[in-house]
């Protein structure tokens, strides 16, 4: 896939919650027609991270495309979000964020993550151990170090 202007990586964070920042790049990006195929948006299939995301903060994936699409800031559709789902507790913020950047590590979607590594042609890296951090090295970004 390669870089992507525009895209954070899972790990950077919008307050204080993973992801999210991503999922509005990629809506942004779609919507400009700069998203390259092969990245999954939205929540038609319920693993993938857009719905499991907008399922954590209680609100419908197309009221934030909504959000992203009226011009709103990440901070302020994260608030709304907040305000017309569900307000996370610090602690549930944190398993969030823990589960999140350990998804792929020695769980049930590590067969999965291994498939995606031979798929991109990065099974050779060893620094690569869950599903963010196979989108950095996919991108060219720097893995950030290990906190497994």
Known sequence: MA?????????????????????????????????????????QNPLFFDG????????????????????????????WAYQAGNRRTEDEIKFWNSFMTKCGWRDQSTASLNRWKKQLGLEHRTDVHTFFDLYDADEGREIPPACI
Request: a negative charge; hydrophobic letters at 35%; glycine letters at 14%.
């Open 52 to 79: 499991v995301c907008c399922r954590f903060l209680g609100v419908e994936y197309q009221q934030i495309v909504n959000q992203v699409r009226a011009g709103h800031s990440d901070e302020e559709i994260l608030e």
């Open 3 to 43: 870089n992507v202007d525009g895209l954070r990586s899972g790990y950077a964070t919008v307050g204080t919650l993973v992801f999210f920042g991503r999922m509005l790049d990629k809506i942004r990006l779609a919507d400009r027609g700069q998203l390259p195929t092969g990245y999954n948006l939205g929540d």
